[in-house]
């Protein structure tokens, strides 16, 4: 059971990440149920978790890069020790329990220090948190967690660098296209899923702008609208062989010509 102060300090935690991802999703105009995984991903950005995790692992190789006999590396192997043979709650347990639970195993040599790889550990702890669950697995017209099925499949980045949100254009446009994106937009499919006690069905949240009966979704937008016909047209540059899905239209180089196609879109 933990003590006060170490449930004071989880509350804290807990209420310091909520603020963050509140910040990030007033900033961006989304839904306050836009889950924190596509956020991040969205923005590249770390969870605080991680970024916790990051600056105690990279404390705890500035120790490891001390020379040998210096006052705070034998404390560290000290803590190694302690924590390994005799039990200890401490650093070293605290940080070898952590990295178990991502299948990181800390050398357990009490003589010798050992650096860890941080970006390893990063890239396995971010893994975790994004609890992909089976999002990633269905079509997003046939899953049940569609918004999060939507954005693994259709949306998100290649890229660790090249991101949208990194476009040189006005916030407010930024925010509408972030909005497409997330699925905090005004499409049918989204219009349906948010309409209270009035919830439509998806296969009836259907386009208004052409007579197909087809879903009102970003695909159809992008790609069927048969309104949005002269817009394709306009921006042929951007349909080819290579770019006839959504993930792999949204990856392609010309994110700008992407950018303004989808608000185009949107506008029309």
Do not use: K
Not at 153 to 166: D, E, G, V
Not at 171 to 196: D, K, N, Y
């Amino acid at each position: 059971m933990h003590s006060p102060g170490v449930a004071a300090a989880n509350r804290a935690r807990l209420d310091l990440q909520r603020l963050y991802g509140y910040y990030l999703r007033t900033i961006c105009g989304l839904l306050p149920s836009t889950p924190h995984r596509m956020l991040f991903a969205e923005l590249g950005l770390l969870p605080l978790q991680v970024l916790w995790w990051q600056q105690t692992l990279r404390f705890w190789n500035s120790l490891t890069a001390l020379p040998v006999g210096s006052f705070y590396h034998t404390v560290c192997l000290d803590n190694l020790t302690d924590a390994f043979q005799g039990g200890a709650c401490n650093l070293a347990s605290s940080v070898a329990g952590r990295l178990r639970s991502v299948g990181y195993d800390m050398p357990r040599v009490f003589d010798v220090m050992r650096l860890l790889d941080i970006n390893c550990i990063v890239e396995a702890l971010t893994v975790q948190l994004r609890d992909m669950g089976s999002a990633a697995l269905y079509c997003p017209r046939a899953a049940r967690g569609v918004v999060s099925c939507t954005y693994e499949q259709w949306f998100r980045p290649y890229s660790l660098r090249r991101r949208y949100c990194h476009l040189p254009v006005s916030g407010g446009r930024m925010q509408r296209f972030l909005r497409f994106r997330l699925g905090c937009h005004s499409l049918p499919i989204a219009a349906g899923r948010f309409a209270g006690a009035a919830h439509v069905p998806r296969a009836h949240r259907v386009c208004l702008a052409c007579n197909s009966d087809a879903v009102g979704d970003e695909m159809h937008l992008v790609f069927e609208c048969t309104p949005l016909t002269s817009l394709q047209s306009r921006y042929a540059s951007l349909f080819t062989g290579s770019t006839d899905t959504m993930r792999s239209f949204f990856a392609q180089p010309d994110h700008m010509g992407v950018f303004h196609y989808v608000l185009n879109c949107l506008d029309s």
